[in-house]
């Protein structure tokens, strides 16, 4: 059975940080595409950042909010993913949710339950 299960959440001031983790378990993440996603109250899922299947830190994308901000990592050992978050801000406050696709798949097949970060001012 497949489980991602996000962990690291929590409730920041403003201009901290946070790390996120999402530990796979029944998939290897070292063969697959990783992301996060966010979902903050009464608004639609955005991505955040995606690490394709190409080594542990080459081949990754940003969302232009997070850029510079936030970094997403794979520690192959543990088989699990990092999302770094820095310089928060209240516009952060969100529902996060790790993923995993096949590499060249559009669709993230696999999701996480998520986890709340709450940033205050």
């Known amino acids: 059975q497949v489980q991602l299960v996000e962990s690291g959440g929590g409730l920041v001031q403003a201009g901290g940080s946070l790390r996120l983790s999402c530990a796979a378990s029944?998939?290897?993440?070292?063969?697959?595409?990783a992301a996060w996603f966010r979902q903050a109250p009464g608004k639609e899922r955005e991505f955040v950042t995606v690490l394709r299947l190409r080594g542990i830190s080459g081949n990754t994308d940003y969302a232009d909010s997070v850029k510079g901000r936030f970094t997403i990592s794979r520690d192959n050992a543990k088989n699990t993913v990092y999302l770094q978050m820095n310089s928060l801000n209240p516009e952060d406050t969100a529902v996060y949710y790790c993923?995993?696709?096949?590499?060249?798949?559009?669709?993230?097949?696999?999701w996480g339950q998520g986890t709340q970060v709450t940033i205050s001012s």
């Open positions: 993923a995993a696709r096949f590499a060249g798949s559009n669709a993230w097949r696999y």
């Open positions: 029944g998939l290897t993440f070292s063969t697959l595409d």
